[in-house]
């Protein structure tokens, strides 16, 4: 079992950045493929970024593409999103995700990630 816990949400003005970050506990991690999702108020919870269990391999969402980055460290069993040029349509709750061990593919679809956090809130001011 993976516990996860996100932090670093924040209010912020439009133009500026934050940066996430998921805290794993477990052996596991270095095998876990981690992603991000975010959920708008009155909206779906949508994929917003994956990485692969190495952090070679990063996959993003078109919204956010060129914008954020994620990475992980894995001595430190922390996967964070660095989000700049931030929008308001930025604002939405911020999940952190991870797929079973030996999971290796990095999927898009929520459904296919076992763990989640808590959640953190990104407040994008106009």
């Known amino acids: 079992q993976v516990q996860l816990v996100e932090s670093g949400g924040g209010l912020v003005q439009a133009g500026g950045s934050l940066r996430l970050s998921c805290a794993a506990s477990?052996?596991?991690?270095?095998?876990?493929?981690m992603g991000w999702f975010r959920q708008a108020p009155g909206k779906e919870r949508e994929f917003v970024a994956a990485?692969?269990?190495?952090?070679?391999?990063?996959f993003y969402a078109d919204s956010v593409k060129g914008r954020f980055t994620i990475s992980r460290d894995n001595a430190k069993n922390t996967v964070d999103l660095q989000m700049n040029s931030l929008k308001p349509e930025d604002t939405a709750v911020y999940y952190c995700?991870?797929?079973?061990?030996?999971?290796?593919?990095?999927?898009?679809?929520?459904?296919?990630?076992?763990?989640w956090g808590q959640g953190t809130h990104v407040t994008v001011s106009s």
């Open positions: 995700a991870g797929r079973r061990a030996g999971f290796a593919v990095i999927h898009r679809q929520q459904s296919e990630y076992h763990y």
């Open positions: 990485i692969s269990r190495g952090g070679g391999t990063s």
């Open positions: 477990g052996p596991t991690f270095s095998a876990t493929v």
